[in-house]
């Protein structure tokens, strides 16, 4: 059997080198999201995100062919402290933002159909077109 970590091998991985390598002039936000992993784990960071780990390995080495603006965007309201101002909620994370838009027409709450108006109605926020 083959137990234990291979001589002369790191047991981490260097994120902060994988992303320079890849992408040369590295973007700050996929250098934070390099960071979080360094930290934590990819795993850990891609979950925080809302993203799964494989995503999150195919951003470090620069082949995400996904919505990169959306990504970014969930990198600097999870982990860079990005806000916005909703005209429902007040100031709330740019993630927070992301996923109400995401979230589908509810009369659970006034709040809620509030909520769903907007991001469709004229946001400067939104990333929807609208459905109405």
């Known amino acids: 059997m083959n137990r234990g970590p291979v001589a002369g091998r790191q047991s981490g991985t260097d994120y902060i080198a994988k992303v320079q390598d890849a992408w040369g002039d590295v973007p700050d936000f996929v ?3 390099a960071l979080e992993a360094s930290r934590t784990t990819q795993s850990a960071a891609a979950k925080r995100i809302g993203y799964s780990a494989p995503v999150v390995s195919e ?39 992301l996923d109400e838009q995401r979230v589908p027409f509810s009369a659970s709450s006034s709040i809620r159909s ?14 929807l077109q609208s459905q109405e």
């Open 59 to 97: 951003v470090f080495a620069n082949r995400y062919r996904g919505d990169m603006v959306r990504l970014e965007q969930k990198v600097r309201g999870v982990l860079m402290g990005a806000t916005v101002s909703c005209p429902i909620l007040g100031e709330i994370g740019r993630d927070r933002c």
């Open 114 to 127: 509030k909520l769903y108006r907007a991001c469709r109605n004229g946001c400067p926020n939104a990333r």
């Open 31 to 33: 250098m934070e999201l």
